[in-house]
């Protein structure tokens, strides 16, 4: 159950914002595996002035289409995420235009006891969801 949250500046229109969360819903499923109906996605959108992205010495070039991806998972195999990246930047270029070094992804890892769904359980702990 990733948990998304997108961090992008203003200007995206709703249609290209739907797009962006299609696709990456999409390779999610791919390549993490996650069920379908598996689907959590938060978009935040900020002013160009409230955003600070540099390139960590590594010479990337941003732009206003740069999109913040944070994941809040479950522990996933390092060759999962590695293909998540990779295949993520392909699909967001293709479909959405989207510039590979305009995607910076994060992952947060905790465990099963941090996930409640609602109703006061923790489904992975009640073992109404594995």
């Not at 206003?64 to 809040?72: A, P, S």
């Not at 890892?109 to 109703?119: C, K, P, T, V, Y």
Request: glycine content about 6%.
């Amino acid at each position: 159950m990733p948990f998304l949250r997108f961090d992008v500046i203003e200007g995206w229109s709703d249609a290209d914002l739907q797009k962006l969360l299609d696709v990456t819903h999409e390779v999610l499923v791919e390549t993490l595996h996650v069920p379908t109906r598996d689907r959590y996605q938060v978009v935040h959108r900020h002013p160009r002035s409230c955003v600070i992205a540099l390139d960590t010495g590594l010479g990337i070039a941003r732009t206003d289409r740069l999109v913040i991806l944070q994941l809040t998972s479950r522990p996933r195999q390092k060759a999962s995420k590695l293909e998540f990246y990779r295949v993520l930047a392909e699909r967001l270029s293709s479909a959405c235009g989207i510039a590979p070094t305009d995607l910076v992804i994060n992952f947060v890892i905790n465990d099963d006891e941090d996930w409640s769904f609602g109703l006061g359980r923790a489904q992975f702990m009640t073992g109404e969801l594995h």
